[in-house]
Protein backbone atom coordinates (compact mmCIF):
# COMPACT_ATOMS: atom_id res chain seq x y z
CA UNK A 1 0.00 0.00 0.00
CA UNK A 2 1.58 3.45 -1.34
CA UNK A 3 1.70 6.85 1.09
CA UNK A 4 -1.25 9.12 0.64
CA UNK A 5 1.31 11.25 -1.31
CA UNK A 6 2.28 8.88 -3.89
CA UNK A 7 -1.76 8.27 -4.08
CA UNK A 8 -2.54 12.01 -4.61
CA UNK A 9 -3.94 12.90 -8.03
CA UNK A 10 -2.78 16.35 -9.12
CA UNK A 11 -6.09 16.62 -11.33
CA UNK A 12 -8.16 16.31 -8.21
CA UNK A 13 -9.74 19.24 -6.90
CA UNK A 14 -6.80 21.34 -5.24
CA UNK A 15 -6.73 24.50 -3.79
CA UNK A 16 -3.13 26.88 -3.41
CA UNK A 17 -2.58 27.75 0.04
CA UNK A 18 -2.68 31.80 -0.93
CA UNK A 19 -6.15 32.35 -1.79
CA UNK A 20 -8.80 33.79 0.15
CA UNK A 21 -10.49 31.70 2.73
CA UNK A 22 -13.60 33.86 1.07
CA UNK A 23 -12.68 32.55 -2.46
CA UNK A 24 -12.69 28.62 -0.75
CA UNK A 25 -15.48 28.62 0.41
CA UNK A 26 -17.43 30.33 -2.66
CA UNK A 27 -15.41 28.74 -5.35
CA UNK A 28 -14.93 25.03 -3.90
CA UNK A 29 -17.09 24.42 -0.56
CA UNK A 30 -20.36 25.85 -1.71
CA UNK A 31 -19.55 24.52 -5.50
CA UNK A 32 -18.39 21.14 -4.74
CA UNK A 33 -19.32 20.30 -0.81
CA UNK A 34 -16.64 17.56 0.02
CA UNK A 35 -14.95 17.03 3.64
CA UNK A 36 -11.83 18.96 2.96
CA UNK A 37 -9.28 19.73 0.08
CA UNK A 38 -5.64 19.01 -0.45
CA UNK A 39 -3.71 22.58 -0.72
CA UNK A 40 -0.57 22.22 -3.03
CA UNK A 41 1.85 24.73 -3.70
CA UNK A 42 4.60 24.07 -6.45
CA UNK A 43 2.97 20.17 -7.41
CA UNK A 44 3.80 19.49 -3.73
CA UNK A 45 1.29 18.76 -1.44
CA UNK A 46 1.64 20.78 2.25
CA UNK A 47 -1.28 20.30 3.40
CA UNK A 48 -5.58 19.97 3.75
CA UNK A 49 -8.16 22.31 4.61
CA UNK A 50 -11.70 21.65 6.08
CA UNK A 51 -14.80 23.45 6.38
CA UNK A 52 -14.15 22.97 10.19
CA UNK A 53 -10.60 24.72 9.90
CA UNK A 54 -12.13 27.36 8.00
CA UNK A 55 -14.48 27.85 10.65
CA UNK A 56 -12.07 27.93 13.56
CA UNK A 57 -9.61 30.79 11.73
CA UNK A 58 -13.00 32.66 11.02
CA UNK A 59 -14.08 32.45 14.58
CA UNK A 60 -10.27 33.82 15.80
CA UNK A 61 -9.96 36.50 13.32
CA UNK A 62 -12.42 39.60 13.03
CA UNK A 63 -12.69 40.15 9.34
CA UNK A 64 -9.32 40.51 8.31
CA UNK A 65 -8.60 38.59 5.05
CA UNK A 66 -7.45 35.24 5.87
CA UNK A 67 -6.02 32.37 3.39
CA UNK A 68 -6.00 29.04 2.84
CA UNK A 69 -2.71 28.82 4.38
CA UNK A 70 -3.65 30.05 8.07
CA UNK A 71 -6.43 27.60 7.68
CA UNK A 72 -5.35 24.19 6.58
CA UNK A 73 -3.80 21.34 9.00
CA UNK A 74 -0.17 20.97 7.57
CA UNK A 75 1.05 17.80 6.03
CA UNK A 76 4.72 16.74 7.92
CA UNK A 77 8.10 16.17 6.34
Known amino acids: MGSALATYDERSPHSSPDISVQK ?36 RKNGEMETVAQAMFHTRE
Open 24 to 59: LVTDYFLIHPHGGYPVVRNDRLEGVVTMSSVRSISS
